[in-house]
């Protein structure tokens, strides 16, 4: 979803684009086209950004195998924080959802 959403937004303001858009663009985009076109077109954005994004870097070789590998450790990355953001609520909510089945009927407590 990202992905396109992204993509769409690049298409639309591809010809004006601002420094605040390119780097959004190269701080989003997870294709590996994307982002060789990206650092090919914008390449002092794209170097300033590499220690932030450091898979910026494999887009000014255009090795679209080494980028996909980043995207697919960046995806990994984002879901374990994710999952480790979610964990303790979760864990929290099913305890409220025990209580509240052990609660005797008619106490509001």
Do not use: C
């Amino acid at each position: 979803m990202i992905r396109r959403l992204v993509e769409s937004h690049y298409e639309t303001y591809r010809n004006d684009a601002t420094n605040e858009r390119i780097e959004f663009w190269l701080m989003e985009s997870r294709t590996p086209e994307l982002l060789i076109a990206l650092a090919a077109d914008h390449p002092d954005v794209a170097r300033a950004l590499v220690p932030r994004r450091g898979l910026l870097s494999e887009a000014f070789g255009a090795s679209r195998g080494a980028i996909e590998t980043g995207l697919r450790a960046e995806e990994f990355a984002e879901r374990e924080a994710d999952r480790a953001y979610w964990q303790p609520l979760k864990r929290e909510l099913e305890q409220l959802r025990r209580k509240a089945r052990n609660r005797p009927a008619g106490d509001s407590a």
